[in-house]
């Protein structure tokens, strides 16, 4: 197992596949996010493909505020992604909710929803900025790390049922 | 009839259209490849904006109102700041009104190429998409040397602008729109001359004159149905009285028309910037506007680059409004959607969907579901997209294979430029 | 006169008690006062059957405080916007649905229903718009006597403090 995990962590930091989920963004992140694809910017260029499927995808790039409506999605492509799996949060919106907090339809940010790895403040982000999230990622995706995160995903995962039992309980 | 009703399978597509600003839900109904019945359901964005409009203060809402959408933001702090400069009586500089209309341009600009790469993706296209992607960023480049940000522009402030457009500035957008210019006009030649082009966009999604009408389709949609319906011609705020404006319709009803009309408002819009930068009236940016704004009403209306949006603002006297509602232009062309779904293939549905330019990457799934046993298999947008391309190309339409060269003298124009 | 004071005049000459209730606001601004339900389905019928107000831009709600306001903003071939009002008490909120007129206000009365709790008769069996699933009933928020900081989003429920409720009972 342990070096199927290595050969994971090290296949994923050659060509992380990401997909792009948007759960109440105004937009700008998203047409930000598009933008670092296209010709100018085009992260396709250093191996990194946007997928349209959570089941092949490698990274969560998240914008916007979690509305009601779309949380119980996102937790859902959240599930269906397999592990390792990684969360960006672009957008101001994404990380704390930003101007929306406090809105009656808006949770907060995606840290309210599902785990998140890499925080990516800006109102609408740059695509350099989606860049260099997504390499800052990928560098701090070490051996040690992917062992660390692989644990606490899963205690993440036991805890999340624990907490599930006691409410039930309740 | 009683054959084709048991072959009827009935699809939900959506609800999340992760990339719109309006996401929406679509559920069709085929007998066959025909679309006989589609019902649209939206609201899964909402987020409760408008109440938190209630509890903050003008200036701060200012803010709030740009975040409704990130494509066209500009064009609703417009909207919102002159209703509540009118409200407090307050003329605001020309100079201003002049700086206002310039950045609403580009803005049209850079929301049409956004829609032309869109559009070519949907159809399979992608070498398209990639190149009106491509020039989006110099648009882009412009919006950030004037406004200091590339999406949400913030240069709209109660009373006027906040950053003024220097010489250096406008020789420089000169400089870009020129380049722009031969880029567009190359799509305008693509999009008249190209026979596969126009194969595969004439007559799909079709709205005549009189639906258009009937539906109240504002916009690009409504012009390409032959309406002269622009709130710049109609009623002309900030500076569009005195800048010459030329509204583009055309007559074919159909996403061929709905391109054709947007490519050439994005040359019209560069002619506009030219006349502005041209004629920019000397003075001040800013007049001064009270914090707390008198009773009373107001009804202000704007033209986006999707159409009328419409903005209505009732406040009590106090710094804080007592309601704002805003109907953006996609809510008013979403009645027409329907009709333009109906009758139409399902492999035509995704560019129908997106002509009206609501929507441009999808990432949810769609099931399709056959009533006569039950079976359902689950698609997302790729694959109904991906399903679309396949069905023209056995019919004979091979978009992917258009081989399109750079525009002449391209690189030479943008060497000069980066010189 | 222009355009709009005659669509005015007329209504003058057609409604008695629709008499310096309607205004023009400026060019191309036709706004009114609010008007009872019956006055207001009048006036409706004859802007959209004989003036040719044939366009429905949106319907804008409004808490009046005692009363609920719905302005139904319409439009003509000239683009004017006619704002026209309708006001209805807040306990007995019951309009009737104007999309026998206007099929494309559906979606703004649906609205409505869920961030005003207006009762509007005669809608068509559709999913609600647009609160989420699960909304907890009897909650409008649109209405100003609604607080969304007293929201629990996790639970979705609405938990007011308890001296609003008694101030409320008491009145």
Same mark, same amino acid.
């Given at each position: 197992m342990g070096i199927f995990k290595k050969l994971v962590s090290w296949g994923q930091k050659k060509s992380p596949w990401i997909i792009h989920f948007n759960a109440g963004a105004c937009n700008g992140c998203d047409i930000e996010f598009i933008d670092s694809l296209t010709p100018k910017y085009d992260i396709e260029r250093i191996g990194i493909l946007q997928h349209g499927s959570p089941r092949h995808a490698d990274i969560l790039i998240c914008t916007g505020a979690v509305t009601l409506q779309t949380r119980d999605r996102l937790i859902q492509i959240y599930e269906q992604m397999a592990s390792p799996k990684y969360v960006i949060a672009v957008g101001t919106c994404a990380c704390t =909710? =930003?101007?929306?907090? =406090? $809105?009656? $339809?808006v949770m907060g940010g995606i840290d309210t929803t599902i785990p998140v790895d890499v925080y990516l403040p800006g109102c609408a982000v740059r695509p350099e900025a989606v860049i260099d999230a997504i390499d800052k990622l990928l560098n701090s995706n070490d051996k040690d790390k992917t062992k660390k995160k692989a644990k606490s995903d899963k205690q993440k995962e036991v805890s999340e049922e624990s907490n599930e039992e006691k409410s039930d309980e309740q | 009839m009683s054959d084709n009703s048991s072959n009827r399978i009935v699809i939900p597509l959506g609800p999340q259209h992760p990339a719109l600003k309006e996401p929406g839900s679509f559920t069709l109904t085929l007998e066959g490849e025909k679309v006989v019945n589609a019902v649209i359901g939206i +609201?899964? #964005?909402?987020? +409760?904006l408008e109440k938190a409009l209630e509890s903050r203060t003008y200036i701060q809402n200012l803010y709030m109102i740009e975040r @409704? /959408?990130? @494509? /066209?933001s500009h064009t609703h702090s417009v909207a919102y700041c002159q209703a509540i400069e009118e409200m407090c009586g307050v003329e605001i500089p020309m100079r201003a009104k002049y700086i206002r209309v310039i950045i609403a341009e580009l803005e049209r600009l850079h929301s049409h190429l956004l829609w032309l790469g869109v559009a070519a993706h949907e159809i399979g296209f992608d070498t398209l998409f990639m190149y009106a992607w491509r020039d989006r960023e110099m648009v882009l480049d412009m919006l950030a040397e004037l406004c200091g940000n590339r999406v949400n522009y913030g240069i709209n402030t109660l009373g006027g602008v906040r950053r003024d457009i220097d010489d250096n500035d406008a020789h420089e957008i000169k400089k870009i729109l020129r380049v722009l210019h031969n880029q567009i006009s190359y799509y305008l030649e693509l999009a008249t001359n190209e026979p596969t082009l126009i194969a595969r966009l004439a007559d799909v999604g079709k709205l005549n004159h009189d639906d258009a009408l009937k539906f109240g389709a504002v916009g690009p949609v409504a012009r390409a149905a032959g309406i002269a319906n622009d709130v710049r011609k109609i009623e002309p705020y900030a500076a569009y009285d005195e800048v010459p404006v030329n509204v583009i319709t055309d007559d074919h009803g159909d996403v061929l028309g709905r391109t054709l009309v947007r490519v050439k408002e994005m040359l019209e819009s560069i002619s506009i910037i030219r006349y502005c930068l041209d004629n920019l009236p000397a003075g001040e940016i800013l007049a001064k506007v009270p914090r707390k704004v008198p009773a009373g009403e107001m009804i202000s209306r704007t033209e986006a680059p999707r159409g009328e949006n419409i903005h209505y603002i009732n406040s009590d006297g106090s710094d804080i409004p007592y309601r704002i509602r805003v109907r953006a232009p996609s809510e008013a062309n979403w009645h027409g959607m329907k009709h333009m779904l109906e009758g139409s293939f399902l492999a035509d549905v995704p560019i129908a969907i997106a002509a009206i330019d609501p929507c441009y990457s999808c990432t949810d799934r769609a099931i399709f579901v056959n009533?006569? #046993? +039950?079976e359902s298999r689950l698609y997302d947008w790729k694959g109904l997209r991906e399903y679309s391309i396949k069905w023209h190309r056995d019919r004979g339409l091979n978009i992917a294979d258009i081989q399109i060269p750079m525009a002449k003298n391209y690189i030479q124009i943008q060497r000069k430029t980066n010189d | 006169m222009n355009n709009e004071e005659i669509i005015v005049s007329k209504i003058f000459d057609r409604f008695e008690f629709a008499r310096d209730k309607i205004h023009v606001q400026k060019r191309l601004r036709i706004i009114s006062d609010p008007f009872s339900r019956e006055e207001f389905e009048q006036i409706i019928e004859y802007l959209h059957d004989e003036l040719g107000f044939k366009i429905a831009h949106h319907i804008v709600g409004i808490d009046y405080g005692e009363d609920l306001g719905f302005i139904y903003m319409l439009g003509n071939d000239e683009h004017i916007i006619f704002a026209l009002k309708e006001k209805v008490s807040k306990e007995n909120p019951e309009i009737n649905s104007m999309t026998k007129y206007y099929p494309s206000l559906l979606m703004h009365e649906l609205e409505l229903v869920d961030l005003f709790g207006a009762i509007v008769k005669d809608l068509p069996d559709v999913p609600s718009y647009p609160l989420p699933d699960g909304w907890p009933k009897g909650n409008h928020p649109m209405r100003k006597d609604w607080n969304p900081a007293y929201f629990d989003h996790k639970t979705m429920t609405y938990n007011p403090p308890a001296k609003e409720v008694k101030e409320d009972e008491k009145q």
């Open positions: =909710g =930003g101007i929306f907090n =406090g $809105c009656y $339809c | +609201g899964y #964005n909402h987020r +409760g @409704i /959408c990130g @494509i /066209c009533s006569d #046993n +039950g | -």
